[in-house]
């Protein structure tokens, strides 16, 4: 989409308002009084065959009388008239509209069909649509207050904060509070029902604006997760932090998947590992987005995840501490020459250890809160400091001239919680450019958001150019789903699922399929002893479940024995199953047992997951995802991420996994997700055992469902 097609909806020289009221309270009469009070520069044209004029403006019965070009037009008319007007404005010449007007997908399929109508007749006319059942925007820059939101009857301050979202009215509180927090908001922008532009665009759009420096949003779902993907990857570019609170943490759809993979690709694991490989910081709920963009807005990025910590308080220190270490930060121990330095201007009964204990005596000598910081921030180990403090009414301006001083010279990060804060301490802290909260654990959390966008732009800018290419294999694979789908299944054989991954270069288990005792007993005896035998069948899934497999066979009438046994277990569970023989393999030893997968999400495409297996994947979902393809940075993060990634290190007398080859196969199995995007659902190789040090890793079972045709889907 060119910019220059969404200018004339952001920044229009001339605005229609049809529907137009001469009553400022009502919807229809709120545009044109805020554009009035906040001073449009552009030209109004209201629309409402009722008036002559309008706020002493002439008004016209309809957009055809306009005798001027339009670059917007704003709608506020009942649902049933919009479509009608919608095709007027495109008649006209009118390049885009936004529509206030409810009554359609909203509220049922009666309305999802005049949706489906607007759409249709905006496309037809080549213009470009906001809503409808929206609030509209606001863009306090230039002045367009296309709203009815009473967040338009406030100040509106220009801002570097851009914010877009998918709730109105949510959006429009979260828009009060932080205008209560002196976080100024260039653009406010509610997307709707997203008939037309939807919240990726709408977010792209503010993103590239120059005057931006600090996006955020609020999502419910997205209809196509590949667009903010790439509307992050811009940012990431521009060095433009975006921050994202994305509610709706379940997935009721993950229940119905054909596989482990599938089962844990509930929607909200797919976002959360995507977000950290896309470099969009999650905010839990509105107030964590707040302090987000307030961290970004007014502290420089940090080197590391060193946090110095320097209180009034040792209880507060040790909870900061207990927090940081929580989420991933460290509180590093300082080194001996910061120690020295502080010793000689705390109190003997303060603590010079990480986190510090100033005490309340830096009230008595305003000197000491200073000081103590300087040296915290100096300290090679300390990537970003906070300092926590609580009340001080009568104290305040102190406080504040000795942080403003010390902020001034801080090229590290600095954050202030401040409990209980006077108004004034926090408005003057605000307006010097100091991020201030209000709690502990909020800094703390502030401070990881910092500490997480910095380590995505530093893989970003690694990986920029060197990202996972397709394998090259997208015609083998559409040959194999073709032969496939015309035998009626949509399961590959495990041999078929092992020469995809082959192909793309994951070493597989030695097997060979046999369609009797005898075959079997011969493939035994060329592989080696010992080995498995599983059972082969599409309708068979998961083979320990129909108890169709046997380990550790030694000896050929092991291998006959086992063979009927295989056999009559699958028959007993899958009596109309086509069995396609029995897989005699390898049997791979002393290796850690992972599950590598793909997922092919309704959002974001193919996705690949990584988890250790057995109790980690089965009972703690111990998984991690990213969007295909992975760059090699994005791999590793996927595995160093698992809350289980000790147990490939070694643990126990057991020797380190051969983590580099993990990787490895974490990236081919990347390239065939890219090459086979829309043609398999899901993929599970597990286990891949992977072999100590030097060893590589091995993958022992796949199953892959391809999707239906057309969808991409289970």
Request: glycine content about 10%.
């Amino acid at each position: 989409m060119s910019r220059a097609a969404l200018d004339r909806l952001f920044r229009p020289r001339s605005i229609a308002l049809l529907g137009a009221s001469e009553d400022f309270v009502k919807i229809s009469g709120r545009p044109l009084k805020f554009l009035l009070d906040k001073g449009y520069g552009g030209k109004i044209f209201p629309v409402n065959p009722k008036y002559t004029t309008l706020a002493g403006l002439p008004c016209y019965p309809n957009v055809a009388a306009i005798p001027e070009p339009v670059d917007l037009a704003i709608v506020a008319l009942p649902a049933a008239a919009v479509v009608d007007a919608v095709t007027q404005c495109a008649a006209r010449g009118i390049p885009a509209a936004v529509v206030f007007s409810s009554g359609f997908g909203e509220v049922g399929e009666d309305g999802r069909r005049l949706e489906l109508q607007l759409a249709e007749a905006a496309r037809r006319g080549g213009l470009r649509l906001c809503g409808p059942n929206t609030l509209g925007f606001m863009n306090t820059f230039d002045r367009v207050m296309a709203t009815f939101s009473q967040a338009g009857e406030g100040e509106a301050s220009e801002g570097p904060v851009a914010f877009v979202t998918q709730s109105g009215a949510f959006g429009t509180a979260i828009f009060a509070l932080a205008r209560q927090r002196g976080l100024p908001f260039g653009y406010f922008v509610n997307s709707g029902n997203e008939a037309d532009l939807d919240f990726a665009d709408l977010l792209d759009y503010v993103v590239a604006d120059p005057r931006v420096r600090v996006a955020a949003g609020y999502i419910e779902g997205l209809k196509d997760g590949r667009k903010l993907l790439a509307v992050s990857e811009r940012a990431l570019e521009l060095g433009k932090p975006l921050v994202v609170a994305k509610v709706g943490r379940s997935s009721a759809g993950a229940r119905a998947a054909l596989s482990h993979t599938g089962s844990l690709a509930g929607s909200d694991r797919v976002y959360s590992g995507v977000f950290r490989q896309k470099g969009i910081v999650r905010a839990a709920h509105d107030e964590e987005l707040l302090d987000l963009v307030s961290a970004f807005l007014h502290c420089p990025l940090p080197e590391g995840r060193g946090v110095g910590i320097v209180t009034q308080s040792g209880g507060a220190g040790v909870l900061m501490a207990d927090r940081a270490e929580e989420i991933g930060l460290v509180v590093p121990e300082l080194a001996e020459e910061t120690k020295e330095r502080l010793r000689k201007v705390i109190p003997a009964f303060g603590s010079a250890k990480n986190p510090v204990d100033i005490t309340a005596q830096f009230i008595a000598d305003p000197g000491l809160l200073r000081s103590s910081l300087e040296i915290v921030l100096q300290d090679p180990h300390v990537d970003a400091a906070i300092f926590y403090l609580g009340l001080m009414e009568r104290f305040a301006d102190q406080v504040v001239a000795n942080l403003r001083e010390v902020h001034a010279g801080a090229k590290k990060p600095l954050l202030v919680a401040w409990a209980g804060a006077p108004e004034a301490g926090l408005r003057a802290l605000g307006q010097s450019g100091i991020c201030v909260l209000p709690s502990a654990a909020r800094a703390v959390n502030a401070v990881r958001g910092l500490v997480e966008y910095a380590e995505a732009r530093s893989r970003w800018k690694q990986s920029r150019g060197a990202e996972s290419r397709p394998g090259g294999g997208r015609e083998q694979i559409q040959s194999l789903v073709r032969a496939c789908r015309s035998e009626g299944r949509r399961v590959l054989t495990t041999g078929e699922s092992f020469g995809l991954l082959s192909r793309y270069g994951v070493r597989v288990a030695r097997s060979r399929l046999s369609r009797t005792p005898a075959e079997a007993a011969q493939a035994a005896e060329e592989i080696g002893y010992p080995v498995a035998l599983k059972i082969e069948s599409p309708a068979i899934r998961h083979k320990t479940e129909a108890k169709a497999l046997r380990l550790d066979v030694a000896g050929r009438q092991e291998v006959l024995r086992a063979f009927q046994e295989v056999v009559t277990e699958a028959r007993r569970h899958a009596p109309e199953a086509d069995i396609h023989g029995v897989l005699v393999q390898e049997m791979v030893r002393d290796g850690t047992e992972v599950v590598v997968g793909v997922h092919h999400d309704p959002q974001f495409g193919p996705v690949v997951m990584v988890g250790l297996g057995g109790i980690f994947v089965e009972v703690l979902e111990d998984v991690s995802f990213r969007a295909a393809p992975l760059s090699r940075e994005d791999a590793e993060q996927m595995v160093a991420e698992l809350r289980g990634a000790r147990v490939l290190e070694g643990v126990r007398g057991r020797p380190p996994a051969d983590v580099p080859s993990l990787i490895e196969a974490l990236m081919a199995v990347s390239r065939l997700a890219a090459d086979a995007a829309g043609e398999i659902a899901e993929l599970d190789v597990n286990p891949l055992l992977v072999l100590p040090g030097g060893r590589g890793a091995v993958a022992v079972d796949a199953l892959t469902v391809l999707a239906e045709p057309g969808t991409g889907s289970p």
